[in-house]
């Protein structure tokens, strides 16, 4: 309850912080040109009156009610002209297609260029993830497929080696011993 007291200025009730900031600091303009203005006199209201539009000093509901309060007070008398008061410009932002409220959760807000290079940045990041990730799974079959002994099939490779060092070894004792009994044979 305390936070929603906080966000109401000079009757106005504010949905945000911000907004309520910017109402309180043009409330604290328009308690100053109220005590330096003497509403006697129309020409100096009519020139701070103007002044104040053409620099937009206002936008929020309060600044606001206070220009029209100017301006009807200028439109009372005879010596002003409706011409010569210039009309209250009245901020707001667009409405999405629906008519939905600017305040309202289902504004259509603009996508900002950074928004835009993120999403640049994010494809190409899955662009180079998935062309990295081919290069693994290539890298990987050809490993496996690989006659040379690596990382993965060392043991059996060394295993193979080995056993055909042994077969060989086998072989030539059997040969060196039929040679031997031959010689032997043959010496007596």
Aim: glycine letters at 2%.
């Amino acid at each position: 309850m305390e936070e929603k007291e906080k966000l109401i200025i000079d009757g106005f009730a504010f949905e945000n912080e911000n907004d309520a900031a910017r109402a309180k600091a043009e409330l604290k303009k328009i308690q100053y040109i109220k005590n330096k203005v003497k509403y006697k006199k129309k020409d100096a209201i009519l020139s701070i009156y103007n002044s104040l539009i053409n620099k937009n000093e206002f936008s929020t509901p309060v600044g606001l009610s206070f220009l029209h309060n100017m301006r009807s007070y200028l439109l009372s008398g005879t010596e002003t002209d409706d011409d010569e008061i210039k009309p209250i410009t009245v901020p707001f932002e667009k409405t999405d297609i629906g008519g939905a409220p600017a305040n309202s959760k289902y504004r259509i807000k603009p996508v900002s260029r950074k928004k835009v290079a993120d999403k640049t940045k994010l494809r190409f990041a899955w662009s180079l993830n998935i062309i990295l990730f081919t290069c693994m799974l290539l890298l990987l079959a050809i490993t496996l497929k690989a006659d040379n002994p690596n990382i993965i099939n060392y043991e059996n490779a060394i295993i193979n080696k080995y056993a055909e060092w042994e077969k060989s070894l086998t072989e030539k004792e059997k040969a060196l011993k039929e040679k031997e009994r031959e010689l032997n044979n043959s010496h007596l």
